[in-house]
């Protein structure tokens, strides 16, 4: 047993506790190489090798007051999925069409759309079934007349719950696609 | 046991994958809001990007040499294996399914790359050459079997399997493809083989809380390495260091 803890001193372990997201300022999306000390501040040195980053646009667009506006369908963002499914319910047909119209009035505007899926499973199968989630609310958006160059489809995977719980109520929850917008994300 | 914290991020990290030598990790974060892939070497501290595209980027693995990695992007629409030059340059496309393709690992002898696929309606294991081809299935009993990690003289195969909606761990023998359970606990993950082939380092949960466990390769010993205070998850065996 001895010899096995000693071994075991080999082994990487990513101890994650118990971290909530939180907004942490600024972020240079796609970094280039940085200089990072355990627990340190990140200080770039390089410009991004691989990233290509949209600067998000303005926010004082008076579109986005709709965004914000609780009477308004297009402060609904999410879209929520069965059980290992990827089909967008009739239910939530009516908010993905207001976004695709606001999309298309917006030309100059960006979503990410961010997939979700609950805990159950491989974390990076999980990440793949969260991607085709994004990828269905980006489809029906393209379908419906939003250009490519608006839309980013992404996944959080089993990642980022919303509901940090264990049960059916909690898995209901995070199974989701939701749609943010510049200053969002 | 002395942990050293390689990365400190508010964002989750996940997929650590240990260059051959054991100089670099590569890894998932999600500091942009999105999966971006990383490689970071350990004595520097410098990292770098090695796939940012449109879509997520994910689930890298080192080839042998250390020469490339394989990872999954999804630049090009659904979750695909691409196989990418350890600085980032020379993507190239390795699968072209329908469906979600994911959880690249490399044989030892660097000829194939196994993964896991729904091409097939469910979750299961294939494995296609490194240089290209057809991809071929592996896995055949149950609905989901993923997470494929090879030993290091490439004769087994680890794996999670769901029994009655339980993940635990599976190995089989790829000469006979003979499989059996190694776990018979419910949410086991991330299994990776110690350099030695002899013990399966993964991850588990007791108590509502992540653990580090150990078993040997053949199932007969299991062993929980706690860690204080804290919840464990995604482990991956270093290789032996060469000086």
Redesign the interface.
């Known amino acids: ?1 001895q010899k ?2 000693k ?13 909530k ?2 907004p ?1 300022g600024p ?13 340190g501040e990140a200080k770039q040195v390089e410009p ?5 980053v949209t600067p998000p646009a303005a926010t004082e667009d008076s579109g986005i007051a709709a965004l914000k506006d609780p009477k308004n369908i297009l402060s609904k963002r999410s879209v929520f999925f069965e059980y290992d499914s990827f089909t967008v319910k009739d239910e939530f047909k009516p908010l993905i069409e207001a976004h695709a119209k606001f999309l298309v009035s917006h030309p100059q505007l960006r979503t ?1 759309i ?1 997939g979700n899926a609950d805990e ?6 999980n ?3 969260g ?2 989630r994004a ?1 269905a609310v980006k489809n029906m958006l393209l379908l419906l007349g939003a250009k490519e160059t608006q839309i ?6 089993e ?2 719950p919303r509901n940090p719980g ?1 049960d059916e109520a909690a898995w209901t929850e995070n199974r989701r696609a939701d749609l ?1 917008y510049p200053g969002e ?1 | 046991m002395n942990p050293q914290t390689a990365l400190a991020s508010r964002e989750p990290i996940i997929s650590p994958a240990w260059s051959p030598d054991g100089t670099r990790l590569a890894y998932v974060s999600f500091e942009a809001k999105k999966p971006v892939v990383y490689v970071h070497s350990l004595a520097s501290g410098r990292r770098h990007v090695i796939a940012n595209f449109k879509g997520s980027n994910s689930a890298p693995a080192w080839s042998p040499d250390g020469a490339r990695l394989a990872v999954v992007l999804t630049k090009d629409g659904g979750s695909q294996l691409y196989l990418v030059h350890a600085d980032g340059s020379g993507v190239r496309r390795l699968t072209s399914s329908g469906g979600i393709d994911t959880e690249p690992f490399f044989s030892p002898d660097g000829q194939y790359i196994y993964f896991t696929s729904d091409r097939g309606g469910s979750p299961q294991i294939y494995r296609i050459p490194a240089a290209g081809g057809d991809a071929q299935r592996i896995t055949f009993e149950g609905a989901y079997n993923v997470s494929p990690r090879l030993s290091p003289d490439g004769n087994s195969m680890v794996y999670v399997a769901r029994n009655a909606g339980r993940f635990q761990l599976a190995v089989m023998n790829l000469a006979t493809r003979q499989t059996h359970l190694l776990t018979d606990s419910s949410k086991d993950e991330s299994p990776s083989f110690a350099p030695n082939g002899r013990m399966i380092l993964y991850a588990t949960e007791i108590g509502g809380r992540g653990v580090l466990a150990a078993v040997s390769s053949d199932g007969r010993f299991r062993q929980r390495l706690s860690l204080a205070a804290s919840d464990v998850r995604e482990p991956a065996w270093g290789p032996f260091m060469k000086f």
Do not use: T, W
Not at chain 1, 27 to 39: C, H, I, L, N, T
Not at chain 1, 120 to 125: A, M, P
Not at chain 1, 152 to 157: P, W
């Open positions: 047993m096995l803890l071994l075991s001193l080999l082994a990487i372990v990513l101890a994650i506790a118990g971290c997201s939180s942490s972020e240079q999306a796609g970094a280039g190489v940085e200089e990072r000390s355990p627990g991004p090798a691989v990233a290509k990410l961010q159950r499973g491989s974390r990076e199968y990440l793949a079934l991607q085709k990828n980013e489809s992404v996944s959080l995977g990642e980022k264990h943010l994300f």
